[in-house]
Every structure is written in structure tokens, then in C-alpha cells.
């Protein structure tokens, strides 16, 4: 935690008062990112049990919602592994510009494991 005396002296007039507010923003930043590291731990254990839940989600979903993509996957002896593991193992950071990112983890702190899939089923639909 940010403490008065990291602070310069010619700004401890002022540090009062925004030490104050930026220890209620570390406060919620510690918060939400806790949150969201609970929602995603089981994604980097052993055997990585989180990842392998929601790749059989995915490929529930698709098979739901798209049963000629899911077929065409099957035709093709394409496993959903191959290709939405590394989504998943980096929450599609490598996939998107950072402004879409920004808005993306934003998003996750929300309902992260609805959107991701949600997410990667469009991308699915668009490729």
C-alpha cells in the first residue's frame, strides 16, 4: 500500500487528502483482480482442470448453436483443444488489439467465464 512517506515533500500538502482516494482505488483494484484470479485458477493447476471445462462447454455450446460447424469440426477430425486452448490459456490477449483488450478484462471482472465463451464461439462463427 501507498504510504505518506513515498510522497514528495512539496506534494504532502495535497497527499492527505489523495492518499486517502488512491488507497480506496487500490482497494478495489486489489479486489477485483482477486475476484477474477479465483474465477480463472483452476485454468493454470495441474492439468489445467479449468481450461478442460470450458473447452467441453465450448464445444456444447457450438454444438448447439452451430451443428454444421460442430459437424464440419468432427469431418474434419479437428479437436476443439487444437485450437481454443491457447485462447484460453491467455484469455484471448494474443488474438486482440489492446483496446479491445482493455474493454475485454473490464468485461471479465463482470462475468468472465459466460463471456469467454460466449467470445470464443463467435470467433468460431467468424473464421
Not at 492439468?47 to 460447424?69: K, V, Y
Not at 477430425?77 to 487444437?82: P, V
Amino acid at each position: 500500500m501507498l504510504k505518506f512517506d513515498d510522497l514528495p515533500a512539496s506534494r504532502s500538502s495535497e497527499a492527505g487528502y489523495k492518499l486517502e482516494q488512491l488507497a480506496e482505488i487500490e482497494a478495489d483494484v486489489f479486489w477485483c483482480i482477486s475476484r477474477l484470479l479465483d474465477t480463472i485458477q483452476d485454468n493454470y493447476t495441474f492439468a489445467q482442470p479449468g481450461i478442460q471445462n470450458n473447452i467441453a462447454m465450448l464445444t456444447s455450446l457450438t454444438e448447439r448453436l452451430d451443428a454444421d460447424l460442430h459437424q464440419h469440426f468432427l469431418a474434419q477430425n479437428l479437436e476443439y483443444l487444437q485450437f481454443s486452448f491457447r485462447w484460453m490459456n491467455n484469455l484471448l490477449i494474443r488474438e486482440l488489439p489492446l483496446r479491445c483488450i482493455i474493454r475485454l478484462w473490464d468485461t471479465y471482472l463482470v462475468s468472465f467465464l459466460l463471456l469467454l465463451l460466449l467470445l470464443l464461439l463467435l470467433l468460431l462463427l467468424l473464421l
